[in-house]
């Protein structure tokens, strides 16, 4: 789910999703957006973080992780952590929390918030700009599925950062090394299994018949700060 805006309507919440998005700061208490909406079983991911009222600053929610919940404002809110798994034959961390943003008055804060695990992008807060986004927020990494981070108050024509693209992966057992029972996404062998890895979109076409049965990783486009 994206993000909210800071200084928005009465009520800004974060949006709905696999994971919520962080909420704003307005006037009133805003929420972060639930998680694991629409819900499956075992859970997609987790609610983005709240932020307080003006009364303590200006701090945005960070995003929710697809296990880790967005922190709370008033301290730093960093992103929630992602999940890491090794379908690929290699353990990686997907669907990190972008971190939430916050305000340059270095009464309020001084650092940025953290990207979660799993490719969140950092969140702009801080006194000093990022070498290339600047007081923006952090793009979400690509193919991972990261959120993006929000960036900073009250500097104009800054920007939060977009989700980072997702990535689907189909894994399924072979008999012989280098053999392929289908055709689609890069394709590579690990442990006696071949491995469909997509990285746009494109299409799983089964070409033997015997593959009756896959293992698959789908991660969604991270929802921007």
Known sequence: GGGAFTDGPATNNGGDGGSGGGSGNNPGNDVGGAGNTPPTSPAQGTNGGNAPGYSTGYFGGGGGGSVGSGSNG??????????????????????????????????????????????????????????????????????????????????????????????????????ETGTAKATGGFISFFGGKTIHTFLSSGTFTVTNPSLTSVEYLVVAGGGAG
């Open 74 to 175: 008033p301290a730093i809110s960093p992103g929630g952590s992602g999940s890491p798994i090794s379908i690929t034959g290699t353990s990686v961390t997907y669907a990190g929390g972008g971190g939430g943003g916050g305000n340059q008055n270095p009464s309020f804060r001084t650092t940025d918030s953290s990207g979660g695990p799993g490719g969140g992008g950092a969140g702009s807060g801080g006194t000093t700009p990022h070498p290339v986004y600047g007081f923006g927020g952090v793009p979400g990494q690509v193919n991972t599925g990261g959120g993006g981070g929000g960036s900073s108050y009250p500097v104009p024509a800054t920007f939060s950062g977009s989700g980072g693209s997702g990535i689907v992966v189909v894994r399924y057992q072979i008999g």
